[in-house]
């Protein structure tokens, strides 16, 4: 699982701390940050003047976290169905086909062991 982000809060803290003259050593260890990240924010800072979270790269998920209600819900009132039936609902009732294993995936996040045969 990734890391989290580091708040915009301790960025710009970081930064200050950086711009008061205190080494970059000193700065992560306070943030609780790699030295190469405290640098990476101080570049970010020099390039662009603003320490605030990029957006993380990537294609952005087939089942938003919105419909992971609709996806429990939808287990909760046909339990025995399988991923395959999963599917078929689910491009019935918004259009994108995900496969098998996104579904699985999508499932387990949820708390939900995939049946696999009817």
Known sequence: MKRPHAPDGVRERAIAALLAGRSVADVAHFC?????????????????????????C?????????????????????PDAT????????EAQFGVRPSLSTMSRELRQLGFTPKKRP
């Open 83 to 90: 991923l395959a039936m999963h599917r078929v609902w689910w």
């Open 32 to 56: 609780q940050n790699d030295p190469s990240t405290v640098r990476r924010w101080r570049r970010q800072y020099l390039r662009t003047g603003s320490v605030a979270t990029r957006p993380r």
């Open 58 to 78: 990537g294609r952005p998920p087939l089942i938003s976290a919105d419909q992971q209600q609709v996806l429990r819900q939808q287990v909760h009132d046909c």
